[in-house]
């Protein structure tokens, strides 16, 4: 140990008599790493808490977290900063005698890797009091912060801290406690109450100790503490007469009386890396990629559990798995559950059709790794070897061909011509392991996954720059005697690509579009046109609603093929959907059915897809469920970053519009899963959110014509991420007199240092929008933020009265604008950007460009029909996230420091 870290631990030795208690001194010198690792072991002293310890230094950093780490972001929880540990600490398990500094019991409850994240040093980051860091352990992942408190208790005694977790795919909301049920050790697999009666096994080190031969072993005749007395009360329920003995794993009775040994409840799972090709070279073992759901099988005892990547238990759901796993021996295996299609192709939309009709009988789970054997941990051996053992195991319990329990092969030969071989099957991809290495939670490079894209042949007719710079394509297919515009391949250009592109591009450069037909783009300033002759090759993650390319990526020109050869290819092969319209009325979208079944958009089941929900939009055909859904998929990446992050109500009609609405903020019975369910200070009912584009379809299904999401940060309920004036006109107001408001609007808005953009409300107004970025420490909050859309509302309407109120009394409006500032506040809602409208003629909440923004404007014209095809046309709030502005900056320019709430 070297002389800087021996220093640091004056203070924990101090505390200590090594003569009495096993603690290591932190004498031994510990083999070094070349990774920080962390450790939190579980103590029952004076009272319950929990010691994070991080290394750095040549130490242990520790933090004792009194009500232990939660999962929730919203939860902080006390973390009292305690004297440095050695590290040779992180083997420590057993208990302290009474009477030693901290006296009582210590359980490894979970080990592993810990890097701090941002550009600071972490001792930097600790001095200035804001350590982030991500945490890869056995039960604790991803991200996390400790954040000091500025004033601790006790007088200052001692530092305070706040330990957080941060939101990403390990967070759960709602479930703050929900981790720290585990009571078994991840080095010895013992309870409290086992380890404070000494029973079982010392734990497996995790460190390499040089003086010694391992960790110190503990005092195991502790008969004091909390602990203590649940062994003895635990003691005195196993010994009272039951007429049957506990029974062992793998079902068999305990002769000695004891409780034996038994499985983790859960892992999480060890996760890939996203490459673009496959690994080279041997030692790699290439499997299918499965279209389904991620699921660990857990058996024991011959009952089974299902659980999710996240740990849900999803038994239930996959019964007849389940039932099929519960003549097999006690082990963990890493699966995947999937639907397959009569060719024994997985289908996910399948899979989704399945779970809704809970028809789950016919699902299939391949097994890809054993990660317990009975009670025999072999995480740590090769994967090689782990699947041998899970062959043997899956084939001693063989049901045939017909079993619901399959073994994944895998292909040992190269991964490109496996790859090949899977995009040709039209399979997702495939995932490549190292044979050699072992199981480890968390995502590593051991693991790599490569996805098939779909690729096409097109003709270019144009490219667009960016402040002179090349930008994208603009490109299409023949279509009889059209043009057909697809969309722009906006990615996949290397600086040695596009030198090789440019001059080919001039050398075909036209003053005219060559694109015809609907959504044929217009003609800016950045757009410049080429005669259709040149040829691409691109790949494509898949088809929007409006049949344009989706994430499209160029990979070439093609020499090959004359341009005028290059017509259309169908968006999704004909065999898999059905292309969905009216006569005469084609709709840009299109929808998966699978034969004899209902609908599918984005993956979710559509049913009664024929249902009316509006009448018409202005052309006399009914606006149906289906058509709902197909309108968001089409628009949906449009509209994501306006309402992802935000608690979102919904109005819900349904039996159409015309019937009874329900306006739903909460989560409700059947919620489905494609919604995030979020708990808002204030409120012990969770709200809706909408985090994925999929969602949109869910929202489809139940019939949610209007989106009104919070108008805060992303993720952050409590902080202004916008502000909005709905300018909202009484009787006998024209509609050129609410477009002249908006344009005042927008001027003074700008004159206080706000960016401002517009939108139709879907009915007879506009709305005004100003983005804001994300406020420091002591900046505007809600009573602020809606204080300042008063006083702004307030000044418009004294500058002309004859023209506006900020009274919301009916009797004022007639012949006024209404200048609504109450969405301003924390809990206010505001139709959210492409969001329908629950009224006649199926209208949209348009984003407008400020030039659309003028006296002859029709609002009645943005419909569902209409808008996908006018949303590939515009550039309406192309700058929005550019466009943030902090509202410190805009109270100061209204003069005023700081505003009362309103």
Not at 420 to 437: M, N, T, V
Not at 539 to 553: H, I, N, P, S, Y
Not at 607 to 624: E, F, H, I, Q, Y
């Amino acid at each position: 140990m070297s002389d800087s870290s021996t220093g640091t631990l004056s203070k924990y030795r101090s505390k200590r008599d090594f003569n009495r208690t096993a603690e290591p001194s932190g004498d031994a010198t510990v083999t070094g790493s070349n990774r920080r690792r962390f450790v939190i072991q579980k103590h029952d002293a004076t009272r319950l808490h929990y010691d994070l310890r991080l290394e750095l230094g040549g130490v242990f950093k520790s933090w004792a977290v009194t009500r232990g780490p939660s999962l929730d972001p919203h939860e902080r929880r006390l973390a009292v900063e305690v004297e440095d540990h050695p590290l040779d600490y992180g083997d420590f398990e057993g208990t302290i005698p009474k009477g030693q500094y901290g006296g009582g019991t210590v359980q490894l409850w979970d080990r592993g890797y810990w890097e701090p994240e941002g550009s600071a040093t972490p001792e930097e980051a600790l001095a200035d009091g804001d350590l982030k860091f991500t945490l890869e352990g056995e039960r604790l992942h991803g991200s996390w912060v400790l954040v000091r408190m500025k004033h601790d208790r006790a007088g200052g005694k001692r530092t305070n801290w706040l330990l957080i977790k941060h939101r990403d795919e390990y967070a759960r909301e709602g479930e703050a406690d929900t981790v720290l049920d585990e009571d078994r050790s991840v080095a010895s697999g013992r309870t409290m109450a086992a380890i404070a009666a000494g029973e079982g096994r010392a734990p497996t080190p995790f460190m390499r100790v040089d003086a010694g031969d391992t960790a110190p072993d503990a005092i195991w005749n502790s008969k004091e503490g909390p602990a203590a007395e649940e062994r003895r009360s635990g003691s005195e329920r196993r010994s009272a007469p039951t007429g049957r003995k506990p029974r062992a794993a793998g079902g068999a009775a305990r002769e000695d009386g004891k409780t034996p040994p038994s499985l983790p409840s859960f892992i999480p799972p060890q996760l890939c890396q996203s490459v673009e090709r496959p690994p080279a070279g041997e030692g790699w073992g290439h499997e299918i990629k499965f279209d389904g759901y991620r699921l660990q099988l857990r058996i024991e005892h011959g009952q089974a559990t299902l659980k999710t990547r996240k740990g849900l238990d999803w038994t239930g759901k996959f019964g007849a798995v389940a039932r099929e796993a519960q003549s097999l021996p006690d082990a963990i295996i890493d699966g995947e559950v999937v639907a397959l299609e009569e060719n024994g192709a997985p289908d996910f939309a399948a899979l989704q059709a399945a779970l809704s009709e809970q028809d789950t009988d016919n699902l299939v789970f391949y097994a890809f790794d054993l990660l317990f054997s009975g009670v025999e941990d072999l995480r740590s051996l090769p994967l090689a070897e782990r699947k041998a053992r899970l062959k043997a195991l899956l084939d001693a319990h063989d049901a045939g061909p017909a079993a619901r329990i399959r073994f994944v092969e895998h292909f040992e030969n190269g991964g490109d011509a496996v790859l090949k071989s899977a995009c040709r099957l039209s399979l997702e991809g495939i995932i490549s392991k190292r044979l050699d290495a072992p199981y480890r939670s968390g995502r590593s490079d051991n693991w790599t996954k490569a996805k098939c894209r779909a690729g096409h042949e097109v003709v270019i007719g144009g490219w667009t720059t960016t402040e002179g710079k090349f930008r994208s394509l603009l490109v299409g297919v023949h279509r009889g005697e059209h043009f057909i515009y697809l969309g722009r391949v906006g990615t996949g250009y290397s600086e040695a690509k596009v030198k090789r592109l440019l001059p080919r591009l001039q050398a075909v450069a036209a003053d005219r579009s060559p694109f015809s037909g609907i959504g044929a783009p217009r003609k800016q300033p950045n757009v410049t046109w080429t005669k259709p002759e040149l040829v691409a090759e691109i790949e494509f993650a898949g088809w929007t609603g409006a049949g344009m390319v989706r994430q499209a990526a160029f990979k070439g020109l093609r020499e090959d093929k004359p341009a005028a050869e290059v017509e259309t290819e169908k968006p999704v092969a004909p065999e898999k959907v059905e292309v969905l319209s009216a006569p005469g009325k084609p709709k840009p979208a299109v929808a998966a059915r699978r034969s004899d079944r209902k609908p599918v958009v984005m993956g979710v089941m559509i049913s009664k897809p024929d249902k009316p929900l509006w009448p018409d939009a202005g052309d006399g055909v009914p606006v149906t469920k289906l058509d709902l859904a197909l309108y968001f998929q089409a628009v949906g990446s449009w509209m994501m970053p306006h309402i992802a992050g935000r608690p979102c109500s919904i109005v819900r009609a349904p039996d159409g519009f015309e019937g009874q609405q329900f306006f739903q903020r909460h989560a409700g019975p059947g919620t489905s899963s494609l919604l995030e369910l979020v708990k808002v200070f204030g409120d012990h009912k969770p709200y809706l959110q909408v985090d994925r584009i999929e969602g949109l379809a869910a929202l489809a299904q139940v019939a949610a014509l209007e989106l009104h999401p919070w108008n805060c940060q992303p993720g952050k309920p409590e902080t202004p991420g916008r502000l909005i004036f709905d300018l909202d006109p009484g009787p006998d107001v024209s509609f050129a007199a609410v477009v002249e408001a908006a344009k005042d609007m927008r001027d003074r808005l700008e004159e206080l240092g706000l960016v401002s953009f517009c939108k139709t409300t879907g009915g007879k107004g506009l709305h005004v929008v100003a983005p804001l970025t994300l406020p420091a420490k002591g900046e505007p909050t809600w009573p602020e933020a809606k204080a300042f859309a008063h006083e702004v509302c307030l000044r418009m309407a004294r500058d002309k009265p004859q023209a506006y109120v900020v009274n919301m009394a009916k009797k004022l409006r007639t012949g006024h604008i209404f200048l609504d500032y109450l969405r301003n506040d924390r809990m206010s809602t505001a139709v959210a950007p492409l969001s329908p409208r629950a009224r006649p003629g199926a209208t949209v909440s348009m984003p407008l460009t400020w030039t659309q923004v003028k006296s002859d404007l029709d609002p009645k014209r943005f419909t569902i029909r209409t808008v996908p095809n006018l949303l590939v046309e515009t550039a309406a709030w192309k700058e929005y996230c550019d466009a943030e502005r902090p509202l410190a900056d805009a109270v100061k320019r209204l003069g005023k420091s700081r505003l009362a709430a309103a």
